[in-house]
C-alpha cells in the first residue's frame, strides 16, 4: 500500500521540478534576445534587463513632447491618434525612425522628427553590462497638441 502511495507522489515531485526548471531556462533564454523587428526593419532586442529612462527625472515624456509639439497647418480629427516610433540609442540619444499613422503625412513626419530630436537623454537600455538600442512607441491624440 505504501508504495502505491509513494510511487505517484514521487512521479509528481519530480515532474513539477522538472516543469520548474524548464522555465526557468526558457525564461532566461528569453531575456535580451535580439529579434527583427518586422515595423521598423531592425534587429533589437526584446525583454531588456534595463529599460532606457530620462536621465532628468524632472522631464515628464508626455508633457515634453505635448508641449514641443506644433500640428502642421492642416485640419486632422480631433480623435486622430499621431503614432511614431523612435531609437534610443547606446549612446542614449533619441533617433527618429518613423511616422506609423498618419502615413504619407510629410509636415507630420517632419514635425515628429523635429521633437524626437528635441528629447533629452536617456539612460541607455541594458542587456547584461551591455548598452543596447531600444525602441520606443509613442502615440499622442491631435486633441492635446496645439496648433
Known sequence: MKNK???PILFLLAFGNGQAQKNKKTSEVEKCKLVHDVETN????????????????TVDLDEFVISNFKLPVKEYDKKLKIKFIWLVEK??????????????????????KRVVNLI????????GNDSVPCKVDFEVGVARLKK
Open 5 to 7: 502511495i509513494i510511487l
Open 42 to 57: 531592425l534587429d533589437l532586442y526584446k525583454n531588456l534587463e534595463v529599460y532606457p529612462e530620462l536621465m532628468d527625472a
Open 91 to 112: 549612446t542614449g540619444k533619441c533617433t527618429f525612425l518613423k511616422l506609423s499613422f498618419p502615413k504619407d503625412d510629410k509636415e507630420m513626419e517632419e514635425e515628429t
Open 120 to 127: 533629452p537623454l536617456f539612460s541607455p537600455a541594458r542587456c
